[in-house]
């Protein structure tokens, strides 16, 4: 029986475009994530990959994203769950800010590690919703995406459905640490490229073959990468 899940970043966001903190923010798409939504529709087609069911989080950038998909594919009633553990990292008080500035203000030292280490969270800032985080470090956010991988993906996965998962840089990362093995380290060099399909299959023991999955335009990808270091990672 085939186990495929398919990992999408949503296309880029107003935030991706402005080089700004996103977060827990609700920010739209632009028109290239628009297309880029699209265009993994077509590549999905292209693979024969019709998703059975689709994982979001409770992000417009996803959940439309999932929506332009759908459509591209001609699956618009196919079922969509939603939650707030695919959520993006939460950037605390960095959240609306460019990078720019918070460079200038805190060094290059404090920004390098509220990026990209695994465990050390920016400063608090407000809960964008009642009962949520006020910073996170990535290790949060494996701690919350763990248990959705186990209790909502894997049991999908593992019943031959092709799974589509919508979410976002830092929530893929932590899925993917939790596929793959990644430790801290692998994980810090792992960036995800907005609106290019990740296929992963599985065996029978929902070991990834091949390990970290592969991406069906390795060249919009590639690209996709590049644009995220120059960047300055995910949002």
Same mark, same amino acid.
């Not at 989080?57 to 699956?75: K, P, Q």
């Given at each position: 029986?085939?186990?495929?899940?398919?990992?999408?970043?949503?296309?880029?966001?107003?935030?991706?475009?402005?080089?700004?903190?996103?977060?827990?923010?609700?920010?739209?798409?632009?028109?290239?994530?628009?297309?880029?939504?699209?265009?993994?529709?077509?590549?999905?087609?292209?693979?024969?990959?019709?998703?059975?069911?689709?994982?979001?989080?409770?992000?417009?950038?996803?959940?439309?994203?999932?929506?332009?998909?759908?459509?591209?594919?001609?699956?618009?009633?196919?079922?969509? @769950?939603?939650?707030?553990?695919?959520?993006?990292?939460?950037?605390?008080?960095?959240?609306?800010?460019? @990078?720019?500035?918070?460079?200038?203000?805190?060094?290059?030292?404090?920004?390098?590690?509220?990026?990209?280490?695994?465990?050390?969270?920016?400063?608090?800032?407000?809960?964008?919703?009642?009962?949520?985080?006020?910073?996170?470090?990535?290790?949060?956010?494996?701690?919350?995406?763990?248990?959705?991988?186990?209790?909502?993906?894997?049991?999908?996965?593992?019943?031959?459905?092709?799974?589509?998962?919508?979410?976002?840089?830092?929530?893929?990362?932590?899925?993917?640490?939790?596929?793959?093995?990644?430790?801290?380290?692998?994980?810090?060099?792992?960036?995800?490229?907005?609106?290019?399909?990740? @296929?992963?299959?599985?065996?029978?023991?929902?070991?990834?073959?091949?390990?970290?999955?592969?991406?069906?335009?390795?060249?919009?990808?590639?690209?996709?990468?590049?644009?995220?270091?120059?960047?300055?990672?995910?949002?």
């Amino acid at each position: 029986m085939p186990r495929t899940l398919v990992l999408l970043r949503h296309g880029q966001s107003t935030a991706n475009a402005d080089d700004t903190f996103a977060g827990w923010l609700d920010v739209p798409l632009t028109e290239r994530g628009r297309w880029e939504a699209r265009n993994a529709g077509k590549l999905l087609a292209g693979h024969g990959l019709l998703p059975d069911v689709v994982h979001t989080s409770l992000l417009h950038r996803a959940i439309d994203t999932a929506e332009l998909v759908l459509s591209a594919l001609g699956r618009e009633n196919c079922p969509v @769950r939603r939650s707030r553990r695919l959520n993006e990292r939460h950037y605390g008080l960095l959240q609306g800010r460019s @990078r720019k500035a918070v460079r200038a203000e805190f060094g290059d030292e404090a920004y390098r590690l509220w990026r990209r280490s695994y465990d050390v969270a920016p400063p608090p800032g407000e809960p964008a919703t009642p009962g949520g985080p006020r910073t996170e470090a990535l290790s949060d956010v494996r701690a919350r995406v763990a248990p959705y991988w186990a209790g909502r993906l894997a049991p999908d996965v593992r019943a031959g459905r092709v799974t589509l998962v919508v979410a976002h840089g830092n929530s893929l990362r932590a899925l993917c640490m939790l596929l793959d093995g990644l430790g801290p380290d692998e994980v810090s060099r792992l960036n995800v490229p907005t609106g290019v399909p990740l @296929r992963y299959d599985f065996d029978d023991e929902l070991e990834p073959v091949p390990r970290g999955g592969t991406y069906l335009d390795p060249d919009l990808a590639a690209a996709g990468v590049a644009e995220v270091l120059a960047q300055g990672g995910g949002r």
